[in-house]
């Protein structure tokens, strides 16, 4: 069985500040590992995947992630927020397979202050 | 690239009847699409993964007679909410794969009166 978990429900930084969304993972088998966006009353966008290739993921927007096996972790970080980052954030987790299951953590939600 | 379209992106129905939401992937083919429900300020729950040409698969306490899904072509899933009730209302979206990435589409928020 696959899951995530999702440090903190609601996270909030000063514009301009480091973003640092904590996601742990816990897969029986080598894992994908997604971060997604959700802005309100809309669908999913992905942020940045790992499907085994390099640890440390460039995604869209500007965020990354790193891939680390021994923490099981896979937190996203973003160097400096904009106020256009707020946003609730889903972590993800799935098998390697091309028509597999994601399982969602429960969310962050990121507020940015100005 | 990929887009997966759902339709409708919101619903109102009364109490009883019967709602029935698409998931359209629009540039390629996907034989196995998955539909989640999302409560306010709570993540995506897995419902139901659908298969082209074959029964839908549930997650355990998915009432499967209450979510008819059918993926009759390689394009193409519903979800048909039967006899829906204020309970229902939520946030539906569906997902499909293309080689290592899902697409999912912009989801249906359906509210039962």
């Known amino acids: 069985a696959q899951s995530v978990t999702q440090l903190g429900s609601h996270v909030s930084v000063s514009e301009g500040a480091l973003v640092l969304l904590r996601c742990n993972y816990s897969?029986?088998?080598?894992?994908?590992l997604f971060w997604y966006v959700q802005y309100p009353n809309q669908g999913l966008q992905l942020l940045l995947k790992y499907t085994s290739a390099a640890t440390l993921v460039k995604g869209i927007n500007g965020f990354e992630a790193e891939f680390k096996k021994s923490e099981t972790s896979f937190h996203l970080t973003k160097p400096s927020a904009h106020m256009s980052d707020a946003a609730e954030y889903f972590c993800?987790?799935?098998?390697?397979?091309?028509?597999?299951?994601?399982?969602f953590g429960s969310g962050t939600r990121l507020s940015i202050r100005p | 690239g990929a887009v997966v379209s759902q339709h409708p992106s919101w619903v109102i129905c009364k109490s009883g009847t019967s709602v029935k939401i698409e998931c359209r992937s629009l540039?390629?083919?996907?034989?196995?699409m998955f539909w989640y429900r999302q409560f306010p300020k709570q993540s995506l729950m897995l419902m139901a993964t659908?298969?082209?040409?074959?029964?839908?698969?549930?997650e355990q306490g998915v009432e499967k007679d209450k979510f008819l899904i059918n993926h009759a072509s390689l394009t193409l899933s519903t979800l048909t909410v039967t006899s829906a009730h204020p309970e229902d209302s939520s946030f539906y979206i569906c997902?499909?794969?293309?080689?290592?990435?899902?697409?999912f589409g912009q989801g249906t928020r359906l509210t039962v009166v």
């Open positions: 997902s499909a794969f293309r080689d290592t990435e899902a697409f």
């Open positions: 993800a987790v799935s098998v390697r397979s091309s028509a597999s299951k994601i399982i």
């Open positions: 540039d390629f083919q996907a034989t196995t």
């Open positions: 659908s298969n082209e040409g074959s029964k839908a698969t549930y």
């Open positions: 897969s029986s088998v080598p894992p994908y």
